[in-house]
Structure formats: C-alpha cells, structure tokens
C-alpha cells in the first residue's frame, strides 16, 4: 500500500489532520523529527488504521504514490525551512508540498520560488479551526500552484468543514495568498476577541454582574446577527467553574494575552500596504499593554481614575452594548475584507471575496452568521470598498451608532478602556467625514518640511513661506 498523502509533524494539528484524511478514505504516511512522537501516535491513535508511520524522511517519501502530496505541520519560521531543507533534494518533478501552519506570507512567498526552481509544486495553505476542527472539520484556505491545489482539491474538500455553501475550502491565487487571507483571519479573530472581552470588562466591573449572568447576555446574543464561534466558546467559558476551588476559572486566570504573532504580522501588514486596519491593530495593542502585568499593577498605585461602577440602568446598557458590540464586529470584518481587497491588488492575488467569506462560514475561528451578509454583499458587489455602504451593514450603522456612541462614551467616563470599540467608532466616522482635518496636517508639513500641498480651489502642487510677513 502506499499512501495517497503524507503529513509531516506529529503535534496535536498534525496527528488530528492525518486521522481526518484516513478517515475520509485517503491511507496517510506519516513522519515527525523526533521517532518517539510518530511511534506514540503509531501505537495509540493510528492504531488499526491505514496510517504508515515512517521514521527517515527517506521511508516517509518512498510510502507516498506519486506524484507525492505532503502537507507539512510543523511550527511556523526556521523548523519548516529545516524541513524543507531535508524533504526537496529527495522529492520528484511535479511533487507537492503543501506548508499548513501559520507561515508568514513572505516566507511562504520565498519558499515557494525554491519549491519552483527544483520544478516541484508547492502550496501556503492557512488552516483554522484548532484542534477539534482539524479533526473534525477545518476551514482551508489555499494558495500558490493552482495545479498543486487540484491535485488535493479532492481530500481538501472531503476532509473540510462542510459549510452551508459548500466545503470550507478553497484556492484563493498564487503565491501566498492562501497565507496572506489566513493571516487577515487571524487579524479578524484578533479584533473580535478583544471586543467581546471589552464588553465582558463592561458587564464585569461596570455592572458587576456574575459569570453566569454575563454568559446569559453572550448566549442571548449567540442567537442574534452577530451570532458564531468566538461568541459561543465566551459563554461557555463564562459558565466553566474550576472543579478545584469550584470557581468560576475564567476568574482565576492570569490577565496577560499571549500572541504568536498573526495578528501583528497583519496590522504590519496594513501599514505596509496604506490600508486602515485600525480595530485589528488596537486588539493587537491591546494584548501588549495586558502583558506589562507589572506595571500596571504598580500605576494603579499612582494613577487615579474614575469610579467603574456604571450607575445605569443594566437592561438599558446591555441592550446598547449589544449594538457596540454588533458594529465593532462588523468593523473588524469590514477592515480585514478591505485589506484583502487591497493586497489582492497589489500582489495579484485575484481574490474573491465572496468565496473568502463562503470558506470562513464553517470551521474557522471567526465563523459567523455574519458571513452570510456578507459574502451576499460581496457577491452583488465584488468590488465593494467597505462592508458598511453595502445591506444590512448600512441599516445597522444607522440602528446602531448611537449606540456605539453612548456606550464608548460611559466607558470613557468610568475610566474603562474599550480600544477595540472606540477605534470602530472614529473609523467609520473618519470614513464617512468627506472634510477631515488633514488640510491643517498638510500646512504644518509644508511650513516645517517644504513638504507641498494641493489646494481645492487651484490646480498644481503649492509651497508657501510661512513665516514670511503677509
Ligand atoms: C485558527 C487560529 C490559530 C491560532 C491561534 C492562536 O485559525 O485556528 O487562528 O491558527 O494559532 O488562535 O493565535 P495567537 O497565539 O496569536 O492568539
């Protein structure tokens, strides 16, 4: 038998992705760096099934039909280098190497030229969905060779989270633009965890209400238009209590957000390209300041702020933050959608996003009934600059930003930051401002650095002697 697959890395991703592609019928080769890993999973998990554990790169590329399809599950940075180092002197013409984790897109970029020079086919191929959905259904998203993508399209589309519009998986274009959409997600991911947890600091220290009365409010709005994942796993952990101490655990844990680095590498990414990715970027922000524990422990001590009791009504305020909540995470979406639009011009991606939005239904991190507006909006208009100008996300602006506003605004006088919500809410309103203050910008530039301007009421570029006598 040889294997119609090979899955390189042994860590939970990996094991969990080769049991779903054996489970859907396609036998799996199977190997990782260290032999003690791949035997565990030989002799527990792969058990009885058609999973060929080898323990050589040599074996493991000799157990595969050809041409060879290997998907790589190793961390993302040097170990997929060194992998590849190892796997293309011994691999064909025409084989294919797909890199699963979370690559940066100029990695993949990089990678993909030397897979080309050797005449072998390569893929970036973001994968969500954690643990559970690599086992059970991940969302997919691909790119690079297109013929690599239709030597796989079959397994891919067997093993994938069935969305209701189909697989959760497809290609989205050449080089790394199956890495690049993955990294926007993440981005996305990001900016909607943030939101959730500013409106969790509002519930918690602004009305002092329980865990369990917060995870009612994330249940109620589970069911509504903003309904999906993030908000489903957020009520479920609110009403997790730890079976030591019979607390609620969410209580206990440390308040400092880890990252890997996806979610920076897309707000970079924004700014490199001169897109306005601003809710995305003060989620990441956000994280940084939670890990200075420290210091903020010890300003505390020094700075004074507001009382955080709200003193509102809490049905009137929960009622409000719903719309909040709704607008920053359409806001999060909208600015992610429009990063791709941009990127896709500038690195000629040729991406759909209607079919971006169709593969993040199911499977994924940031799945959502949203998505379901939103790839209709994308599909009446592929080319559709912000989310907001196009239904429902117009009717929602206009039901809810008064909302936005109010709540912002108390949060602000209690003194509790809401980043996440507060950028929302000065993007769209710079967005929507046809005169915005950037003239007087453009002065103060011109009178230190001689750095021009254009005027509204004249053709051509202008300097001025500012400090010359009128
Ligand atoms: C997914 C996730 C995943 C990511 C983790 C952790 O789509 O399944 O995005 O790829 O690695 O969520 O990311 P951070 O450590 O950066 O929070």
Redesign the pocket.
Known sequence: MRAQIGVIGMAVMGQNLALNIEGKGFPVAVYNRTAERTREFAEGRAKGRRIISTYTLEEFVDALARPRRILIMVKAGAPVDAMLEGLFPLLERGDLVMDGG?SHYADTERRLGEAEERGLLYLGV?????EY?ALCG??IMAGGHREGYELVREVFERIAAPGPEGPCCGYFGPGSAGHYV?MV??GI??AI?ETIAEAYDLMKRGLGMSPDEMAGVFSDWNKRELGGYLFEITERILRYRDPGTGEPLVELILDT????????WSTQAALDLGTPAPTIAMAVFA?IISAFKDERAAASGVLSGLDPALGVDRGEFIGRLFGAVYLSVIAAYAQGLRQLRDASAERGYGLELAEVARVWMAG???RSVLLVPIRKALLDEPDLPLLFLAEPFRSAWEEYHGDLRWVTCIAREHGIPTPAMDSALAFVDAYRTERLPANLIQAQRDFFGAHTYQRIDREGTFHTDWEAVA
């Open positions: 979370n973001g994968i969500s969905g954690g959905g991940p969302s993955k997600h993440n991911e990001y965890m957000a880890k990252q890997k680095g996806t979610g920076k994280r994924c991190i940031i």
